[in-house]
């Protein structure tokens, strides 16, 4: 095993008695947290959380009240999943699978360290249905080294032919915290990055694959989010909604309603010292429009905000990056492909 180019999460590669040690610990946070209301949905995700054996799945979600979640997802590696792990999944109470495909080109995998196939993702989805897990989520990333038209076209094709309920498309983020954005920003060529393409092709593939799937029945519901009706993430949508969340484990979040709390992102840290949280009070109004915008439904904007934003967004529907229907303020689809720009105001 090993972490992929374009990773910019607090990830890494570790020996399997460092992992139980992790375990242990996590399952320690979960023991100590004070539930304050009961979870309707659950994610695990970061890494490869669908290697774990279902004993430990099952110890962990055992800490979790709810169940059984209106949504509980799984991140998994393709290519990897035994055939047995989809019936052990559903009986921790996971109901909803994400795989971190990210192209069904093997050029474009190679380079990034991604060892699956396009044909071994296909066994995987449909492994996964007959199991009864049909909810299913598959990423795309635009922007990987060596991708061309056709070969994103080809990846866009594989979605069609496997037709899962929900499809995430990112762009490729380039900064300093993965190895291919570290090599990006310098200049150089390893990783593929002499191969990258540019900004201006990165968005070209972006805007086709949303024609692409909004044609054939994946509505955008957010940014970089597509669904069939009925399969939009409801945990996501917690997050763009501002609602309360808990997060456990090394880098992960928590919010609730004022207050945000991180824990340290240093896996071995964690491991050896616990959550060590850092808590900062959230600038609510900012970070509702942050969040909202990346909406397609959009926000309110509401009165009381006016004076801090109502320029602003006069400002952008002018421009054509905002449209208003009474309060509710929503980006356009050429707001959607400046949405920095947009978003960098609101703070």
């Known amino acids: 095993m090993q972490k992929c180019t374009y990773c910019n999460f607090a990830s890494g590669v570790f020996p399997r008695e460092m992992q139980q040690r992790y375990l242990e610990r996590l399952l320690e946070e979960l ?3 004070v539930w304050q209301w009961k979870p309707e949905t659950v994610y695990l995700g970061g890494g490869t959380p669908g290697s774990m054996a279902g004993e430990a799945l099952e110890r962990i979600l055992a800490h979790v009240p709810g169940r059984p979640w209106a949504e509980a997802t799984l991140e998994a590696a393709p290519g990897a999943i035994p055939a047995e792990a989809a019936g052990a999944w559903i009986e921790c109470g996971i109901n909803r699978v994400s795989l971190g495909v ?5 050029d474009e995998l ?3 360290g991604r060892r699956h196939t396009a044909e071994g993702v296909a066994r995987d989805v449909a492994m996964l249905r007959e199991a009864g897990i049909g909810n299913i989520n598959l990423d795309l990333i635009a922007g990987l080294p060596g991708q061309t038209e056709e070969g994103w076209r080809t990846s866009l094709e594989w979605i069609e032919r496997l037709e899962p309920p929900h499809v995430s498309v990112y762009m490729l983020e380039v900064d300093e915290d993965s190895r ?3 090599e990006l920003l310098a200049g150089g060529g390893r990783f593929g990055a002499g191969a990258a393409p540019g900004e201006d092709r990165i968005a070209d593939f972006y805007e086709q694959a949303a024609e692409f799937l909004e044609r054939r029945g994946w509505r955008r519901y957010e940014i970089s989010n597509f669904a069939r009706p009925g399969f ?5 949508l917690k997050y763009w909604r501002m609602e309360p969340y808990a997060g456990f484990g ?3 979040h928590s919010f609730d309603g004022e207050w945000r709390t991180a ?3 240093d896996v071995r840290g964690y491991i050896e010292l616990g959550p060590q949280p850092q808590r900062a009070r959230a600038d609510v109004p900012s970070e509702r429009y942050l969040t909202g915008l990346r909406l397609m439904e959009g926000v309110d904007l509401r009165r009381e905000d006016e004076s801090r934003f109502g320029e602003a967004a006069a400002r952008f529907e002018r421009e054509g990056l905002l449209e208003r229907e009474g309060a509710r303020v929503r980006l356009t689809r050429r707001g959607v492909m400046l949405s920095n720009e947009v978003f960098e105001a609101f703070l």
């Open 102 to 106: 990210q192209s069904f080109v093997e």
């Open 31 to 33: 023991r100590g947290h």
């Open 250 to 252: 090394a880098d992960a």
């Open 232 to 236: 939009e993430s409801r945990h996501n």
């Open 180 to 182: 291919l954005g570290r």
């Open 110 to 112: 190679r380079r990034t």
């Open 263 to 265: 824990n340290t992102d």
